[in-house]
């Protein structure tokens, strides 16, 4: 196998090194920087949600959960399909990693898991979500350049603070620990999910894009996260007609990180987006109360937490 072979076959599954780009390299007119900062006002948007501030009290409804999971489901379905229509297109071909990341068959098992057997015939995709696939399936057939700002946003934030997530929700929920009703978050196929991260980033960076076309990515990564904070609104509206007792699994939400709430997603988004004082003190606050380790719209948070700091691992 020659050496560059050998190289291609190695980052596919984040276990390689030199491709590697230095952070030093990095142009502020390169696309995965143009992201990040295009979108940090929608960040900050996003974190100052009455969600975040619920996910962090760690209050959570199963049924709420299972819905989020329903979303996700129709989303990355959606999603998946455009990418297989244009896997070949030269603008999003070296972005096309199925086995790494495609998700939507993962979530099927998830649904399974919650519903049963006959899971597909107890579930609908919601208004919301139905807003959010008809654009992922409107970009896929027109202007297939756009499902790089979705697979990125997407992708970029399950490998982030998703995997945080995977073990509050386990405890919280008290699935088992063999994983089920929660594949979704495991990627077996990558061993490091900073590596990986760095090559997507890399790769991004690398498609012939004038600026013109970067700029059309931010807007639609904007418009990325809009799609998701409709959904956790109409989660929450959801949510408010839903009879059910707040599950309670006696958990620290920081207690899985050993101590160091640096670690944790929400920590690293707020830090970047108001410079970190404020909500440093907030966060020291909470985990000093012991906060249980429920998770309101877990699945849904998942993602956005990562959003938030995807540039920043």
């Known amino acids: 196998m020659s050496e ?3 190289t ?9 090194t030199g491709y590697e780009k230095e952070e030093s390299n990095l142009s502020p007119e390169d696309l995965s920087e143009m992201l990040a900062a295009g979108t940090k ?23 709420l959960f299972k819905l989020g999971a329903v979303a996700l489901y129709h ?6 399909e455009e990418i297989e229509r244009n ?15 495609h998700r939507h068959e993962a979530l099927a098992r998830d649904l399974e898991y919650f519903y049963g057997p006959d899971w597909k015939s107890k579930i609908s995709c919601s208004q919301a979500t139905q807003h959010y696939v008809d654009r992922i399936h409107q970009v896929g057939q027109e202007d297939p350049v756009l499902l790089v700002a979705h697979a990125y946003t997407r992708y970029m934030g399950d490998l982030s603070g998703g995997q945080v997530l995977r073990k509050v929700a386990q405890r919280a929920l008290k699935l088992p620990p063999t994983g089920e009703g929660l594949e979704f978050y495991q990627f077996d196929a990558i061993h490091s999910a900073k590596a990986f991260k760095q090559l997507y980033r890399s790769r991004m960076n690398e498609l012939e894009l004038d600026m013109a076309a970067k700029r059309k990515l931010v807007a639609e990564a904007v418009k990325a996260f809009h799609f998701n904070m409709e959904v956790f609104e109409e989660l929450e509206e959801i949510g408010k007609t839903i009879q059910e007792d707040v599950q309670d699994a ?3 939400v920081h207690g899985e990180m050993g101590g160091d709430i640096s670690k944790c997603p929400y920590y690293t988004a ?10 440093f003190g907030q966060l020291v606050m909470a985990a000093l109360r012991h906060p249980t380790g429920q998770v309101l719209f877990a699945t849904w948070f998942a993602a ?7 540039y920043l691992m």
């Open 4 to 6: 560059k072979m050998e």
């Open 8 to 16: 291609e076959a190695n980052v596919s599954n984040g276990s390689g």
């Open 41 to 63: 006002e929608v960040h900050e948007k996003a974190e100052n949600t009455q969600f975040v501030k619920d996910f962090l009290r760690g209050r959570i409804r199963k049924e």
């Open 75 to 80: 989303t990355y379905t959606a999603m998946e």
């Open 87 to 101: 896997k070949d297109h030269p603008q999003f071909a070296p972005l096309y990693f199925p086995a790494e990341l």
């Open 250 to 252: 006696g958990m620290s």
């Open 270 to 279: 707020k830090m970047a987006a108001s410079g970190g004082t404020a909500y």
């Open 304 to 310: 956005l937490a990562g959003l938030a700091a995807w």
